[in-house]
């Protein structure tokens, strides 16, 4: 089945400045990796995916970059605001057992003011 | 329907009892999944279906754990004879199909076993 770990676990970072969270996946078949936010008290939430035939993607200031070769994948948000303050998980399929979603184990995310 | 809903959103029982959590996926979605998570915790996978059939039980963590989908659309997940470890929020998604399309998750159920 597929192994997905994601680090860090936790991240402070300024209003303003980039934050990075970065997952690695250990199925070589995995071909689609979203992303989540869990806002408190709610579901997750899916903000962006990258399917693997691409390299990178962008949605305004999201943006997953993937690397096939290494079996990572990284969430990168610009000029973080408050609002980007959540719990963020990443997900892959595994190939076995009808291709379930397996998360990583989140990163809380806080952006200070 | 606009998205998943799961029903009760909150559920407070008695150890030992037996409790039924609902989960109404996006109309049309093959694809359903049951995931549990504990406080601060991250998402364990419990359960898959692929329209009635459940291909992946393997995330069950006991046979006090059970779950059915009728109508390739509801699906209920019933946790027998429920004990502490059991308080969670349990969490439905459902997606258009397996290992590549969006899964959309459901606000969850909050079991709290007293």
């Known amino acids: 089945g597929e192994n997905v770990e994601q680090h860090p676990s936790t991240l402070s970072v300024q209003e303003g400045d980039s934050a990075v969270i970065k997952c690695t996946y250990s199925?070589?078949?995995?071909?689609?990796f979203p992303w989540y936010k869990q806002e408190l008290g709610k579901g997750p939430q899916l903000i962006i995916d990258?399917?693997?035939?691409?390299g990178e993607k962008k949605d305004q200031r999201i943006a997953v970059t993937l690397n096939k070769t290494a079996k990572h994948f990284s969430l990168h948000i610009t000029e973080t605001q408050p609002e980007d303050s959540a719990v963020y998980f990443c997900?892959?399929?595994?190939?076995?057992?009808?291709?379930?979603?397996?998360f990583g184990t989140g990163t809380q995310l806080k952006v200070e003011l | 329907g606009a998205g998943v809903s799961q029903s009760p959103s909150n559920k407070v029982t008695e150890k030992g009892k037996d409790v039924e959590l609902r989960c109404d996926p996006i109309s049309g979605h093959t694809a359903l999944y049951w995931y549990r998570q504990r406080l601060g915790q991250g998402l364990e996978f419990l359960i898959y279906f692929q329209g009635n059939s459940a291909p992946d039980k393997s995330g069950l963590p006991s046979d006090r754990f059970s779950a059915e989908r009728t109508g390739e659309s509801v699906s209920t997940l019933t946790i027998q004879r429920t004990q502490q470890e059991d308080s969670a929020v349990y969490l439905c998604a459902s997606s258009g199909s397996t290992g590549g399309t969006e899964a959309f998750f459901g606000q969850g159920t909050r079991l709290t076993v007293v």
């Open positions: 199925d070589s078949a995995s071909n689609y």
């Open positions: 990258i399917r693997s035939n691409v």
């Open positions: 997900a892959a399929p595994s190939r076995g057992g009808g291709n379930k979603l397996t």
